[in-house]
C-alpha cells in the first residue's frame, strides 16, 4: 500500500496562473518531505523541502504547504510557465530512518502557453 | 562534475539472463541508491547504501542485488532476469545528512 499519495495525475493550466499540485501521506512517522520534478528522458531533480516543524517553505515562485493534521503537502507554483511543464513527484522520510524514501505516483503538469 | 551517470541507457533481456546495471557518481557523496519507476507507481527503493561496505533493503528488493566497493560506484545486479523487472531504473546520491538527492539520466530494461 502506497504511504505518498497524489491522487492527481495530471494538471492543465494557463500560463501565468498558479498551479497547485497535491500530495497525501499516510505514514505519521514521516517528518520531511520533497518535491521532484521529471523531464521526459531524465532523472528526476530536486525542487523544494520542508520539515515538519514548519508548515510553509517558499523558494521563489515554489511553495510548499504542510498541513501535518490532515497528511496532506501542496506545491504551489506562481506564475506557472510553460518551462514548468513536466511530472512532479512528491517524496517522503520518516524520523525513524531517514535513509529510505517514498515517492508518490507523480502529476504531470501541463503549462498552456 | 559529471553527477551521477548511468549504464546502459537501454537495455532488452531475455527472461533468465542475468545483467548489471552500472551507477557511478563523482560527488564523494556516502549514500547512494536504486529505485525502479512503473506506471501508476511512482518510485520505489529497491536498495541503498550509506557507505563502501555498507548496504541495505528497500521496498522492492527481491530479485536484485547490491554491494558498494568504493564511494563512487554502486551496480545493481539482476540474476535471473523476469519480465516483472521490465522498468526504468534510477540511482541516486545524496549527501550523509541532506535529503536532497541527485539523480541520474536512468536505464530503461526490458526483459521479454
Known amino acids: 500500500d502506497q504511504q505518498v499519495k497524489q491522487n492527481s495525475p495530471s494538471l492543465s493550466v494557463q500560463e501565468g496562473r498558479i498551479s497547485i499540485l497535491n500530495c497525501d501521506y499516510t505514514?505519521?512517522?514521516?517528518?520531511?518531505f520533497l518535491w521532484y520534478k521529471k523531464y521526459p528522458a531524465e532523472g528526476p531533480t530536486f525542487l523544494i523541502s520542508?520539515?515538519?516543524?514548519?508548515d510553509k517553505n517558499e523558494d521563489g515562485r515554489f511553495t510548499v504547504f504542510l498541513n501535518k493534521s490532515a497528511k496532506h503537502l501542496s506545491l504551489h507554483i506562481v506564475p506557472s510557465q510553460p518551462g514548468d511543464s513536466a511530472v512532479y513527484f512528491c517524496?517522503?522520510?520518516?524520523?525513524?530512518?531517514?535513509?529510505?524514501?517514498?515517492f508518490g505516483s507523480g502529476t504531470k503538469l501541463n503549462v498552456k502557453p | 562534475n559529471a553527477g551521477v551517470t548511468q549504464t546502459p541507457k537501454f537495455q532488452v533481456l531475455k527472461t533468465g539472463q542475468s545483467m548489471t546495471l552500472q551507477c557511478a557518481q563523482d560527488?564523494?557523496?556516502?549514500?547512494m541508491s536504486w529505485y525502479r519507476q512503473d506506471p501508476g507507481m511512482g518510485l520505489r527503493l529497491i536498495h541503498y547504501?550509506?557507505?563502501?561496505?555498507?548496504?541495505d533493503q528497500g521496498e522492492v528488493p527481491n530479485g536484485y542485488n547490491v554491494s558498494r566497493s568504493t564511494t563512487e560506484d554502486f551496480p545493481l545486479r539482476l540474476l535471473s532476469a523476469a519480465p516483472s523487472q521490465t522498468s526504468v531504473y534510477f540511482c541516486?546520491?545524496?549527501?550523509?545528512?541532506?535529503?536532497?538527492?541527485?539523480f541520474g539520466p536512468g536505464t530503461r530494461l526490458t526483459v521479454t
Open positions: 541516486a546520491s545524496r549527501l550523509t545528512g541532506i535529503y536532497e538527492q541527485y
Open positions: 520542508i520539515s515538519s516543524i514548519k
Open positions: 505514514n505519521s512517522m514521516f517528518d520531511y
Open positions: 547504501s550509506v557507505g563502501a561496505g555498507i548496504t
Open positions: 560527488m564523494n557523496h556516502e549514500y
Open positions: 517524496a517522503a522520510s520518516a524520523r525513524n530512518n531517514f535513509n529510505k524514501f517514498y
